[in-house]
């Protein structure tokens, strides 16, 4: 079961690195895309997402790119996977991140929210966020806002809340430093 965890968060970086690295690569064809056609519904979420670089992901709609997924049982497993991903991923994020850092979340979450696997997911997901705009200023701030989206999720899913004081002790994945960037040797 650890080895399959691995697996699967191995792959999930594998596929989101080729996709930063994709979007980088054709940054020029975002560029010119602007806010304009932006609703006030949607400028909470988006109006201040995505300007790393002058990069501009917003395509001016909230468009899902996936569809329905019939599976149940799949769809449960697909989500428990990515709240684990997602709450493993905050208990390693820097205490004091810098704005790129706070940027690439939010980047992660926008894309991710567009992305996802299970369309119905990823289009109640953008309505969070929506409601609830990222917040990204810490570890222990995106910890917080990552356990109360999963408990709003887990409410309309008549699950149990989540006690959100724990989880930085429950998703320490055991990685090692937590506190140190990684510095790739060249």
Request: proline share 4%; aromatic share 10%; glycine share 6%.
């Amino acid at each position: 079961m650890s080895r399959a965890r691995s697996l699967l968060l191995t792959v999930t970086l594998f596929c989101l690195s080729f996709l930063a690295l994709s979007m980088y690569r054709y940054r020029d064809e975002f560029r010119d895309r602007s806010l304009s056609n932006l609703s006030n519904e949607d400028s909470g979420l988006f109006g201040n997402l995505i300007h790393a670089g002058g990069l501009d992901m917003w395509q001016g709609d909230t468009h899902v790119v996936m569809g329905k997924m019939g599976n149940e049982t799949l769809r449960a497993q697909l989500g428990r996977r990515t709240w684990y991903l997602l709450h493993v991923m905050a208990s390693r994020y820097p205490e004091e991140p810098t704005r790129s850092e706070q940027d690439a979340v939010k980047n992660f979450l926008f894309l991710m929210s567009r992305l996802y696997p299970c369309g119905d997911c990823a289009h109640h997901f953008q309505q969070h966020l929506k409601k609830y705009p990222p917040v990204v200023a810490s570890r222990h701030a995106l910890e917080q806002y990552l356990c109360n989206m999963h408990n709003i999720v887990n409410k309309s899913l008549k699950k149990p809340a989540f006690n959100c004081t724990e989880v930085h002790e429950t998703y320490d994945c055991g990685c090692g430093p937590d506190n140190v960037r990684y510095t790739p040797r060249i």
